[in-house]
């Protein structure tokens, strides 16, 4: 019996200019620059407990999986590239029989367990992504686009890949108004850590584990950071795609996309209304859901 190996898989997807390493387990392209926010994000997610349990926690609900179903329908027989796939927590939840699932991620440790789970690793940037224009059927980056130093042009490296008719899916990175804390409300926050190791609160989390997170969260560290809906309208629609926002905060299905928020949590809705938001706008949605189809 034939196997058939990574490079056959990948090699009609690939941009020949692409310098790829193929002697290692995972297909590994070179980054001339490794940021700290790689570093960080390599580390942290490719930790042999710390991603395992990331793995296990993290957007693995039925209500994730009723909103996405919702939003994309069926991965079955289509070509899926997943950004950012970390350990594999979106087909882990999703499942189907995708054509070929490509996870992309910077971590080595990551993508050995997203490949146990399904996935046809590449290691590479997001920046720059290794793949020839268009080609795609679907593309996803879940809580991924904030964790890279430039949002704006991941967005445009991912939206490259897609063809005509695809669809372009992004989730949970945090919206810049809803994070932007003030006064008493920042307070708050900053001291969240701290009383629930004093009160033993299911919520604390170990100060090493918490520090190397924290670090990935390149564009939710400090207040006033995060994404825009205005990014998603001027990288996307001047390359031909039909967009459509959906801030949500992470506690619904699929009443997302009938425009609906949920609530976040008592101690978001404090902090917020500490800083002088309105927790029930639209503007104090946790994240934004996007669902953009390349019209052409």
Same mark, same amino acid.
């Given at each position: ?78 070509i ?33 367990m ?10 590479a ?6 793949f ?7 593309v ?7 964790h890279? *130093? ?25 919206q810049?108004?809803?994070? *932007? ?15 629930y ?28 950071d ?22 949500? *905060?992470?506690n ?22 500490? =800083? ?6 639209y503007?104090?949605?946790? =994240? ?9």
């Amino acid at each position: 019996m034939m196997v058939t190996s990574l490079k056959d898989i990948l090699a009609p997807y690939l941009s020949s200019r692409v310098d790829i390493d193929w002697t290692g387990n995972i297909p590994s392209c070179k980054i001339p620059v490794f940021t700290p926010g790689m570093v960080a994000n390599s580390y942290f997610f490719g930790h042999p407990q710390w991603g395992k349990e990331y793995f296990l926690q993290s957007h693995r609900s039925q209500l994730f999986q009723d909103r996405w179903m919702m939003a994309m329908g069926s991965w079955d027989h289509k070509i899926v590239v997943d950004i950012g796939c970390g350990p594999g927590n979106v087909y882990a939840t999703l499942g189907g029989s995708p054509k070929l699932l490509i996870g992309v991620d910077v971590s080595h440790g990551a993508l050995e367990m997203a490949q146990e789970v399904g996935y046809v690793p590449i290691l590479a940037d997001a920046h720059n992504l290794p793949f020839i224009n268009g080609f795609a059927d679907v593309v996803v980056a879940n809580a991924t686009i904030h964790h890279c *130093n430039d949002m704006g042009k991941v967005l445009a490296e991912a939206a490259r890949i897609v063809r005509p008719g695809g669809i372009l899916f992004t989730d949970q990175d945090p919206q810049v108004t809803a994070w *932007n804390f003030k006064g008493l409300g920042l307070f708050l926050r900053d001291i969240r850590f701290p009383l629930y190791r004093l009160m033993r609160y299911k919520h604390y989390i170990a100060f090493d584990e918490r520090t190397a997170r924290h670090k990935t969260e390149i564009h939710n560290q400090r207040p006033g950071d995060g994404i825009t809906p205005e990014l998603y309208y001027q990288i996307l629609n001047p390359l031909g795609f039909d967009v459509k926002l959906y801030p949500h *905060n992470h506690n619904l299905g699929a009443e997302v996309l009938l425009g609906q928020l949920g609530k976040s949590s008592w101690r978001m809705r404090l902090s917020q209304k500490l =800083s002088g938001m309105n927790p029930d706008a639209y503007s104090s949605a946790q =994240s934004i859901m996007c669902i953009a189809k390349r019209l052409y």
